[in-house]
Each structure stands twice: as C-alpha cells, then as structure tokens.
C-alpha cells in the first residue's frame, strides 16, 4: 500500500512539474490559487478555467447571432401587441356601430308602432264617416275593386 502512495505522491508531482513547466510559474500559481479559493483539485480547477473558456467561445461565436435573434424576437412581441392594440380598437369600434345600430332600430320600431296606431285611428274615423254617408255601399264597393286590382285578381 506504501508503493500506491508513493506513486500517487510521484505522479502528483510529476504532473505538477510537467504543468509547471509547460505552463510557467505565474500560471501555475494562478491555477493553484483559484483551486484552493474553489476548493477544488488542480486538474478540476484546470477543466473549469476551459469549460469557461468554451462558453466564452460560443458566446463569441453565437453571440451576434442570438442578439439580432433577440432583436427579431423584440421586434416581433412589439408588433404583436400593436396589433393586439389595433384589433382592441376594432372591437370598440364594431360595438359602439352595434350599440347605436340597436338604437336606430329600436327608434324605427318606435316610429313604425305610432304610423300603425295612426293608421288604426284613422281608419276607425274614416269608417266612421263611411257607415254615416248615403255613399257607404259605392265608397265600400270601389275599396274592394281597387283591393283586388292591386292583389292581381281583377
């Protein structure tokens, strides 16, 4: 078991000589103090420096992109609620047409009901006069030609 840790005790060092080397001493001791601050292994604190180093890379690659994507997708949330805006006002619209076309109508209604009880009325007077005059039969039987010329029966 001594023998296992020896080696592990070497080759921990042997790494650390050979990243030293490679590396250089400011940058070893640049990634020795962001392990100790992260309380992580040498190696893990190496593979986090370029995990962080790969997304900078794609934010540098797809940043430009994923703005004018984002500019896109602004632009197109703006003209969507102009046009909610619009339709809104359109609805308005069509209900103040609907609102004053009921009125309209109800004031027709209301027109037709008083022509109607004139006509009653003075239908009632001019049959009052006609069952008073010595004419009643000719007036009565002229009525009943003109009915039947204008339904086409004559």
Same mark, same amino acid.
């Not at 592990?8 to 640049?30: C, F, M, P, Q, Y």
């Not at 984002?70 to 003209?79: D, F, K, N, P, S």
């Given at each position: 078991?001594?023998?296992?840790?020896?080696?592990?005790?070497? +080759?921990?060092? &042997? +790494?650390?000589?050979?990243? &030293?080397?490679?590396?250089?001493?400011?940058?070893?001791?640049?990634?020795?103090? =962001?392990?100790?601050?992260?309380?992580?292994? &040498?190696?893990?604190?190496?593979?986090?420096? !370029?995990?962080?180093?790969?997304?900078?890379?794609?934010?540098?690659?797809?940043?430009?992109? =994923?703005?004018?994507?984002?500019?896109?997708?602004? +632009?197109?949330?703006?003209?969507?609620?102009? &046009?909610?805006?619009?339709?809104?006002?359109?609805?308005?619209?069509?209900?103040?047409v609907?609102?004053?076309?009921?009125?309209?109508?109800a004031?027709?209604?209301?027109? =037709?009901?008083?022509?109607?009880? =004139?006509?009653?009325?003075? *239908?009632? *007077? !001019?049959? +009052?006069?006609?069952?008073s005059?010595?004419?009643?039969?000719?007036?009565?039987?002229?009525?009943?030609?003109?009915?039947?010329?204008?339904?086409?029966?004559?």
């Open positions: 078991m001594n023998e296992r840790k020896d080696r592990s005790i070497l +080759g921990s060092t &042997h +790494g650390k000589n050979v990243v &030293h080397a490679r590396v250089g001493a400011e940058s070893w001791a640049v990634l020795e103090a =962001l392990a100790n601050r992260e309380g992580v292994s &040498h190696t893990q604190a190496l593979r986090n420096l !370029l995990s962080d180093a790969r997304e900078r890379m794609a934010e540098q690659a797809f940043g430009p992109r =994923l703005e004018g994507l984002a500019r896109t997708l602004v +632009g197109v949330a703006e003209q969507q609620a102009r &046009h909610a805006t619009r339709l809104e006002a359109l609805v308005a619209i069509i209900r103040k609907e609102e004053g076309q009921a009125e309209r109508e004031q027709i209604l209301q027109t =037709l009901a008083v022509v109607v009880s =004139l006509a009653q009325h003075t *239908y009632a *007077y !001019l049959m +009052g006069v006609v069952e005059s010595p004419r009643a039969a000719d007036i009565t039987a002229s009525g009943k030609a003109k009915l039947q010329t204008l339904r086409g029966e004559g």
